[in-house]
Structure formats: C-alpha cells, structure tokens
C-alpha cells in the first residue's frame, strides 16, 4: 500500500535528517559544488541576493524579499534554521514551501545524493541536501530572483556556490568560533567570502576592524561597496504603537513616513540595508556568474557606489512593503496580559540589541526572562548583557541536544544574577508558566512582561507552546 503524502513528507525529513545535525560538518564546498553540478547548476537559473552577517540576517534577508515582492517579481526566500518547520527555510511568494513541494525538491536531487556520497569520504550533510533542494525548488518555481541567506560563515557554506549580483554583509561580530575563528577579523574574512567579482556589496554597519576586512576584500574582487552610514542609512526613527516609523536613506532616494511593525534600533538599520540592496539590485549593476540582466554595467566594479535616480523604489511601495515585515521569533509579542515575547537571540552582541530594545519599546516595570542556550555558545556574555533588565531569571532546556543542562546553566546564571534572582526549572512549558506567575506577583498586571531568549531553538519551541500565530 502506497504511503499517505503526509507520510512521505516525514520520512523525507527522517532521510535528511539522518545526515547529521546541523552544526556539526566539515567545512568544503566540494559536495555541494559536486551536487550542484550534477543538477544543471539550477542557482544559476535567477539572479541572487546573498546576505551573510553574523546578527540580523535572517530579518535583513525577510526585509529585501518583502520589498521585492512588492514590486511584482516571484521570490525565493532561504533562510536558516528554522523555529518550527524546516519546509520554512525554503519559502516562494512569501510562503513556506508545502509538504508535497518539498518531497518533490527532495525526489529532484535523491537520485543524486549517493554518487555524490560516493566520491567523498564525508558525506553531504544536512544542510547541503537542503541548500540543494532550496535552489532545485527555486528554478521549478520558477523565481525572479532568490535571496540567500548564509548558514555559516561564508567562505565555504554550502550557499556560497551561488553568485550573488549584490552580497549584504549585517553587522560582524564573534560567534561560531568553533568554525570561524577566535577574532571578528577571521570571522569577517568568512563571511566577505560571499562577496564576488564585480557584485554590489551592501555592508551594514560594522566594527573597523570588520569593515577594513570587507572592504579590503571589495577591492581585492573589484566589487562596488555601499556603506550604512555613508552610502545609505537611517535618517530618522521614532518609537510607535507595534514597531517603529522611521525615515531611511538609499542609495538612489529617501524614504520616509515608513512604518515598520519591528521594534529596535537594529531593525530600522535592517530595513535600510534591505532598502539599498533592493536599489542595488533594481540599478542592474554589475553581474558575477552567468546571470545575464539589462544595463549591467551602470555601477562601475571597484568604487564607491554612485547614486542616481535609476534605482530609486517608488516611496509607496517601500512604505507599503516594510508595513507588512515580519521577523518571527525576533522580539516578537506572541501573548498580552502580560505581555510575552520570544526572541531568538543567542550571542552578547545579539542580546545586546535584545536588551536595548526592550528598554526602548517597552514601559515594563517588572520583566522575567525565561533562558536556555545551546552549551557551545557564549551564554556567560549574553547573560551579563541581559542581567540589567530583568528582575528574575527561570533557567531551562529547549529540546535541541546541544541545550546546556539548567543545573549547569542556573550555576552560571548564579555568577550574573545572585541567587536569589535564578530560578532552575527542567522543562521550558513549566518555565514559562512560573515566569508568567513571577511576573504578575506584584499585581502590575498592564507593567508586566516576560522574554523567552538564548537560541532560536528556544523561540522555536515557545512559539509552539504559546501557539503563535503563524506557526506552519
């Protein structure tokens, strides 16, 4: 007897699943390039937006598809890892591709998978089959365009066998240096390696010693560069009601009365680098790899980007886009009374944001923080930038493996907080439902609030305990 579509769709994630988990490979871009190869190269049937970063890419990389479906064009959207669905990494139109959709991109590669496996002596790995199935699906879809978002790094991610007409580059900062190296200089060289010859390069602000490596890498590749804080950036921003309205120049105009339901200094800088390199990408610039588009020559390779009217988005249709943005999972409200929020934030510098935004966009008189991390991270520092606005903390797991046990997590917790201040609870629903309890003690039922925070797998989980709106 034949099996249901539901559970060919599951014994498809069991399959991929089975390579591995995420986070542990072996960095090369020989499997994947080898696959890739063995399909018709289909991530060079649609010009491609690759963002890297360390912070911010996800929501950088939902921004600048949600400006180009506004103009009309059929995207790809790639992103990782996912909070609940891994069919939400591969999106088209917007929307998490569907289970059928996605054992169809698996039976375009499967056939290939074992030679490939053959000819190495590590295997292709969780990521690289479905990095594989995203660029498959894209070119049966077929899109426009694709936006890319890195796994890891750069240099070698599975990704990075595409050429990106604009490379984004969100703010650089020290995480994975298991992988990437102990200084934001050898991370910043990971990640400049999306950036190819002859691409626009649209780097976020960064630290100088990030910025003197990207830019060292723009000139090496004779790509175009377009610097937040120079070449575009935000002009203006205002706390609103569910977001902020903030006011953003591009590189070929300046938008302004734009609404956008993201809360944080980081995001507006988010929605203006998505906003430029969306400009980038419309100007036709110069295009690396074998992607013809129109006027491809208008930016000249190696220089500053030069502005002009010729990429310029019509203010409606930004407005209109960036009004819809969605981030989930980042500072995103999934509960009132009191007021719950999941953010997906897992480094210092993540959490730093975190942390500034809450004090900006939040009247909280009493915040409980709900934590659990993966136990390779730097959970002592992102601990030490949270300490200052939370009240108590509930320390917990989430279900990943690679959680750190809450007895080893309360002890460092401990070290930031005071014990009187940590509360040790084994499973993240009971945690959740004594920091809601912890939060409402003092009967400021409307100053209340809670923040579920420490890894993406944990945003992942809340949202399904808290059913979130918009959980596929």
Do not use: C
Not at 428 to 439: E, P, V
């Amino acid at each position: 007897m034949a099996e249901s579509p539901l559970s060919d769709y599951d014994s498809v994630v069991r399959a991929i699943d089975r390579r591995g988990v995420e986070w542990d490979f072996d960095p090369s871009l020989d499997r994947i390039a080898d696959l890739v190869d063995l399909l018709g190269s289909p991530q060079r049937a649609y010009p491609v937006i690759h963002v890297a970063g360390t912070n911010g890419k996800s929501s950088t990389a939902r921004l600048i598809a949600a400006l180009l479906r506004e103009r009309g064009l059929r995207v790809g959207l790639y992103t990782s890892p996912h909070l609940v669905s891994v069919r939400e990494r591969i999106a088209i139109d917007g929307e998490p591709i569907s289970e059928d959709a996605f054992v169809a991109a698996y039976a375009d590669i499967a056939p290939y998978l074992d030679i490939v496996d053959g000819k190495h002596p590590i295997g292709l790995s969780f990521f690289e089959v479905l990095t594989a199935m995203a660029f498959a699906a894209f070119a049966d879809a077929p899109v426009d365009v694709a936006v890319v978002e890195v796994g890891l790094g750069g240099v070698t991610d599975a990704t990075n066998v595409a050429d990106g007409q604009v490379a984004v580059v969100t703010p650089v900062a020290l995480d994975h240096t298991r992988y990437l190296g102990d200084t934001v200089e050898e991370i910043a060289v990971e990640k400049a390696g999306i950036i190819k010859p002859g691409a626009v390069a649209v780097l976020a602000q960064q630290s100088v010693a990030a910025a003197e490596v990207l830019l060292a890498r723009a000139a090496e590749t004779g790509a175009s560069v377009a610097r937040e804080g120079i070449e575009f950036g935000v002009l203006s921003r205002e706390v609103a009601v569910g977001g902020q309205q903030i006011a953003v120049r591009g590189l070929h105009g300046v938008y302004d009365e734009v609404f956008l339901p993201l809360f944080g200094e980081h995001q507006a800088s988010n929605a203006a680098t998505a906003v430029a390199a969306v400009e980038a990408f419309a100007s036709g610039g110069p295009t690396p790899g074998d992607v013809p588009l129109e006027a491809a020559t208008r930016i000249a390779p190696g220089e500053t980007y030069a502005g002009g009217d010729d990429g310029q988005l019509d203010p409606a249709l930004v407005r209109s886009a960036l009004a819809k943005a969605e981030s989930p999972g980042r500072l995103e409200v999934v509960r009132t009374g009191p007021t719950v929020l999941v953010d997906a934030s897992h480094n210092p510098a993540g959490m730093a944001a975190t942390v500034a935004t809450v004090t900006e966009s939040f009247g909280f008189t009493r915040l409980v923080g709900v934590f659990a991390g993966a136990a390779d991270k730097d959970l002592a520092g992102a601990l030490d930038q949270l300490e200052p606005v939370v009240a108590e903390l509930v320390v917990t797991r989430n279900s990943s493996p690679r959680s750190m046990p809450p007895e080893e997590l309360a002890e460092l917790a401990e070290g930031v907080f005071g014990a009187e201040r940590v509360h040790l609870v084994d499973r993240l629903d009971d945690a959740i439902d004594r920091a809601i309890g912890l939060a409402e003690e003092t009967g400021e039922y409307r100053g209340a609030g809670v923040l579920i925070t420490g890894s993406v797998v944990t945003a992942g989980d809340a949202r399904i305990l808290l059913r979130a709106d918009g959980n596929r």
